[in-house]
């Protein structure tokens, strides 16, 4: 398995869409879908200081968190990235866009990219990812990319889990 961090922070792209380290000038613009330990940031320097923990998980090798940006106009869309660690080269996936970025495909295309990186580049064995028992449209999207749901007795009941196994 190579974990992070690496020796120069990975940036994945392809024709629409680039996951790329997220930029103090970024920060501003994810305030709203800025979260750590499920605490959402209030204003800019919540959203810094979550970062810099955020920061310090991948430089532990517990984590990697992309911006996700729109490569016509350079502007972040999202956030996307794996975290609570590689145990048994396992990555929970996760993701977030920005209101005004949904609904125009960028998170098939960011999952996709995420999940051939996963694999390829990290080494895990399993993804997974846990959403809202009622955000049908994320059981959906993870579906179309293959994940299949799994019983998990240890999520709480409005939570359901998706794996994709190597």
């Given amino acids: ?55 310090t998980d991948y430089i532990e090798g517990n984590s990697i968190h992309w911006g996700i940006t729109e490569n016509s106009t350079n502007k972040v869309v999202g956030t996307c990235g794996y975290y609570r660690g590689f145990k048994n080269a396992e990555g929970e996936l996760g993701c ?5 970025s949904q609904g125009k495909g960028y998170m098939t295309q960011t999952l996709s990219l995420a999940i051939d990186f996963g694999f390829k580049e990290i080494g895990l064995q399993r993804i997974w990812a846990v959403t809202d ?12 990319l293959n994940l299949k749901k ?6 709480n009941e409005n939570e359901v889990e998706f794996e994709l196994r190597k």
């Fill in 1 to 55: 398995m190579k974990r992070p961090p690496y020796l120069n922070f990975p940036t994945v792209t392809n024709g629409t869409i680039t996951l790329r380290a997220i930029k103090e000038s970024d920060l501003k613009d994810l305030v709203e879908i800025s979260f750590y330990d499920a605490k959402q940031a209030e204003n800019v320097e919540m959203a810094a200081e979550m970062q810099d923990k955020i920061d």
């Fill in 96 to 100: 977030v866009l920005l209101p005004q």
């Fill in 133 to 144: 028992r009622d955000n049908h449209q994320a059981g959906k999207l993870l579906e179309r």
């Fill in 150 to 155: 799994v019983n998990n007795p240890d999520l």
